[in-house]
């Protein structure tokens, strides 16, 4: 039976179905939502298998190679599947990531690895659409991805769009996750194409009733009992669904003392849909600030990741900057960002990196 599912959904995907589609095609056949995740886990193993004799991985903190199925460097304990390395601090935390961040273009483009040693308050980075891979993806995206923003069109005034505070998704449902989601795109229905509809390809693999790491988890307490207290640190980008682009350090800490967590959080988000774009500001100045009555501070070390969901909940699949039109950032050795358009995968799912029992919902994956 598991052999036949598996044979249908390759064939649907070659077909051009959705995921979406696919599982609701079998669930209405009866097939029961166990089963077809284990269909899809079936997949995602032989696609790993495959890719392992394809090419080889690099940890990006040791440099140890592993195969693309490894969640853990098992030299130094990097974890890519969700949070990332556990780094034990005598005080108060390590470096917190920041990066002030600007300009977000609607046609997949942003920064990897920032590093922020020379990094202004505020950047600007003016960034041109690329016609060319708009027009290459567009049928892709439309396919795939019902959510639209109005951008482009009629003369109209940027606005400035608050960001909202941090809250517990702690044992929330899926379906009050969608409720709460869309609440945060109703605040400015104005700015989306239709209804709203938050994608199964990036919030379909939340579980009911189950913890998220928490803020105080990630920057104080590591992982473990403690890694969901706090605010849910993933609502920093749920709750601000047109943060299309957020930073986070994707480093979890455990702190031996006092500790209050510190974290980027942008400031607020300038949206002028009318040239397709977003300014987003990061309060920089005050982050470093802060980080400099810590015991041990290296604003060299500073490297930060990019959560990219909400970009890939409105279609936007891919990311590209013009570094000549850019600065304040510099290209990592092994990325390719600045050579080329790169997907964004970015969803949410359970995950263990938490290590809680049972696991948490988080975003997943880290890319480089």
């Known amino acids: 039976m598991k052999e036949k599912v598996v044979d249908y959904i390759t064939k649907s995907e070659k077909a051009g179905l959705t995921e979406k589609e696919i599982r609701e ?3 209405s056949i009866g097939l029961t939502s166990d089963e077809i995740c ?4 079936d997949i995602k193993r ?5 890719a392992m004799t394809e090419t080889q991985e690099y940890c990006p903190k040791c440099g140890q190679q592993y195969t693309p199925w490894d969640t853990r460097c098992w030299k130094c304990g990097f974890d890519r599947s969700g949070k990332k390395t556990i780094t034990e601090i005598p005080m108060k935390p390590a470096i917190a990531a920041f990066a002030a961040i600007a300009l977000l273009a609607f046609a997949f483009y942003a920064i990897q690895n920032i590093n922020l040693a020379n990094i202004e308050e505020k950047i600007v980075e003016h960034v041109e659409t690329s016609s060319k891979i708009v027009d290459q993806r567009r049928e892709t995206t439309t396919k795939t991805q019902g959510n639209k923003l109005l951008v482009g069109g009629e003369q109209a005034s940027p606005i400035r769009i608050e960001i909202n505070p941090l809250v517990e998704l702690d044992y929330k449902t899926k379906n009050q996750i969608y409720e709460l989601r869309k609440s945060y795109v109703e605040e400015h229905s104005s700015l989306i194409d239709g209804t709203y509809q938050p994608s199964d390809n990036v919030f379909g693999q939340i579980e009911d009733s189950k913890p998220w790491w928490g803020i105080r988890g990630q920057f104080c307490d590591g992982n473990g009992e403690k890694s969901i207290d706090g605010l849910s640190e993933e609502s920093r980008f749920m709750a ?3 943060l299309l682009l ?5 480093t979890a800490y455990i702190i031996h003392g006092p500790c209050e967590p510190i974290f980027p ?7 002028d849909k009318t040239n397709s774009k977003a300014e987003v500001t990061y309060g920089y100045s005050e982050f470093i600030k802060e980080k400099k009555t810590m015991p041990v501070f290296d604003i060299d070390a500073i ?8 970009a890939r909940d409105f279609g936007y699949n891919y990311i590209y900057v013009n570094s000549e039109l850019s600065y304040g950032v510099e290209p990592t050795e092994r990325g390719q960002t600045f050579s080329q358009a790169v997907e964004l995968k970015n969803y949410i799912h359970t995950g263990g990196s938490c290590g809680y029992p049972g696991g948490c919902n988080n975003a997943s994956p ?3």
């Not at 032989?46 to 495959?50: G, H, N, Q, V, Y």
């Not at 957020?246 to 994707?250: A, K, L, M």
Request: glycine share 6%; net charge neutral.
């Open 25 to 27: 095609k079998l669930a």
């Open 265 to 271: 959080m942008p400031k607020h988000i300038i949206w």
């Open 303 to 310: 490297k930060l990741d990019f959560v990219s969901y909400n």
């Open 366 to 368: 880290d890319q480089p």
């Open 246 to 250: 957020g930073v986070d350090e994707g």
């Open 38 to 41: 284990t269909a899809y886990e």
């Open 240 to 242: 601000n669904p047109f």
């Open 46 to 50: 032989t696609k790993d298998k495959k």
